[in-house]
């Protein structure tokens, strides 16, 4: 990886670190780099669990990736492959990185990264707060302010379940990987009616590849992708039909209102067309036998359309929430991605939301976006402590470190989308 110098989407000088090559090892096999060595997976490519996202890092040095995303770093898991071949970089690294990976070092030694089931369940258990507050408003009471009021606790109770499925498939509740699942399960499909398993494969990959295009294999951030608009001109080649020039014309009018009127429609379709587990459709059934349930209680279609109306519209604000933290950065091609510097593209590529400490449940942790891209593992009340000592460490090395209030990260997005849909007019494409 390497440096790239860069602000509020404006791109300075670059300074690439070349991957290190498995010169002189067998060409015919893939093998990725882990913390100086050249580990076999050709045989494991296949049989991975994350997906086909190691196969964007063969003959590569992977391991800040690595030790980003596996569950204790991945410690329990490289000692089971043999290495085949060592390297070394062939420049110097870059010191922000090296005080980074200290960073994570520290945080290791001193538990950070040691998953909280206590503290999970305390908010879980706010969760069924909220869903009691449902049942109740819309079984107990009559009049139309109480459905609409139960359709506010809905939308929260959604919106924290989605926020819980983040946080537990990225490892900070369990470390096991069965218990992962069906925490998962309980939090996504059930209470949320979306996949886990559809929702965990594509972060992954906007994880260890954000704001990346290929065009080669016509590969985009999953996360950082929509048919309806392009936030970024490098994408601009990935849309071809003339309903899409439409909708690009009038993104940055469109985008509130489509993330909230269509942002959970989205998701759930998305996540139900990929999904074919039995275990994810079991559960699906019974989140929609509950909702109808729960619709049957209302006296009129009325009551129902308004209940799961301001449901759905409020649990909109949190696809608002998924995007403006990336949204109005620059986005770079996979192969300049992989000569750059992974903490300080992390950082980079990320805006943090500034807020009360006491606001910190709403958004769930996607305030500390810079935190959490950087210590994906680390558990969500961790986040102020780290990110304290992000900071620093940005103010030692002159990084940039992007972080905003929560309207203005909104403006940024909806004057990035303006931006880009002028270039795309000029676009000969």
Known sequence: MGIVEQYNGTTGAERRFPQPSPNGLATNRKLVGVEGKWYDVTSFVHRHPGGEI??????????????????????????????????????????????MRELYNRLQKEGYFKPDLRWYAKKYAVCLVLLSLVITFVAGFQSSWAHGLAGVFLALFWQQNGMLMHDILHHQAFDNQRLTYLAGLVVAPLSFGMSANWWRDEHWVHHVLLNSVSYEDNFVDPQMWEPVW???TKLFPLFQTHIQALLIKIQHIIFIPVCMIAGRFGIIID???RETDLGTWAAFCVHWIAMALLLSLLPNWEERCLFYGVAMLGEGVLHIQLLISHYSKDMYQKEEMHDMEFYRYQVMQNINITNPWWMDWFHGGLNFHIEHHCFPRVPRHCMRQVGSM????????????????????????????HQAQKLFKLDPR
């Open 54 to 99: 190691i196969n964007y890092f063969i003959n590569k040095d992977a391991t800040d990736v690595f030790r980003s995303v596996h569950p204790k770093g991945g410690e329990h898991l490289i000692k089971y492959l043999k290495a085949v071949g060592s390297y070394t970089n062939s420049v110097t690294e870059d010191p922000f990185n090296r005080d």
């Open 230 to 232: 392009a936030q970024n």
């Open 271 to 273: 996540s139900m067309k």
């Open 390 to 417: 992000i900071q620093e460490l940005c103010r030692k090395h002159d990084v940039p470190y992007d972080t905003t209030g929560f309207f203005n990260a909104v403006w940024r997005t909806l004057v990035g989308l």
